[in-house]
T-cell receptor, first 115, second 111 residues
């Protein structure tokens, strides 16, 4: 069974479009995250939710909107896609915030290419 | 050897040798440190962690060393194998919600 899953794995779209990436975890974790990894492999946190509540919102353009319908799911919707949004997006989960948040379980990533 | 340039720092080692990957962290308030391994096309995977009240922790073939005085963390891999080829990230946590990842080092194992 996959612990953290994301769909789609690849997403190719035109500038200006709106797209969503879905994430689900079956680990029973309370905390979920979205990260963006650029071409230099730099991994930057975007958002974190704990029990469906937003707890981290880094300086991300408001075109990015996370939604957590329940604590097992954290989806990422992106409006008006731009070339600079091209990256690999990782979803992750952990048992909880605080020191427990150190050990995170990552999904396989979604490679987004904006043309 | 180790090289730093426009691309990801790369460490190239011979199969069977020991590898040492270094990391400098930024926040003296960080009290929890983690190493992750990311293989090509996959998400990062937890390897080992260490709390700030320790200076060494050992796992299976891996050892993490923490020097709080100079804010330095290292990951030692014994008897490096081709399957160890990956990008390695150190990460720090201040006990709050956010874990900050370092820039990553690519380990290349020569057969």
């Amino acid at each position: 069974d996959t612990a953290v899953s994301q769909t789609p794995k690849y997403l190719v779209t035109q500038m200006g479009n709106d797209k969503s990436i879905k994430c689900e975890q079956n680990l029973g974790h309370d905390t979920m995250y979205w990260y963006k990894q650029d071409s230099k492999k730099f991994l930057k946190i975007m958002f974190s939710y704990n029990n469906k509540e937003l707890i981290i919102n880094e300086t991300v353009p408001n075109r990015f909107s996370p939604k957590s319908p329940d604590k097992a799911h954290l989806n990422l919707h992106i409006n008006s896609l731009e070339l600079g949004d091209s990256a690999v997006y990782f979803c992750a989960s952990s048992q909880g915030p605080g020191p427990q948040s150190g050990e995170q379980f990552f999904g396989p990533g979604t490679r987004l290419t904006v043309l | 050897g180790e090289s730093v340039g426009l691309h990801l720092p790369t460490l190239s080692v011979q199969e069977g040798d020991n590898s040492i990957i270094n990391c400098a962290y930024s926040n003296s308030a960080s009290d929890y440190f983690i190493w992750y391994k990311q293989e090509s096309g996959k998400g990062p995977q937890f390897i080992i962690d260490i709390r700030s009240n320790m200076d060494k922790r050992q796992g299976q073939r891996v050892t993490v060393l923490l020097n709080k005085t100079v804010k330095h963390l290292s990951l030692q891999i014994a008897a490096t194998q081709p399957g160890d080829s990956a990008v390695y990230f150190c990460a720090e946590n201040t006990g709050g919600f956010k874990t900050i990842f370092g820039a990553g080092t690519r380990l290349f194992v020569k057969a």
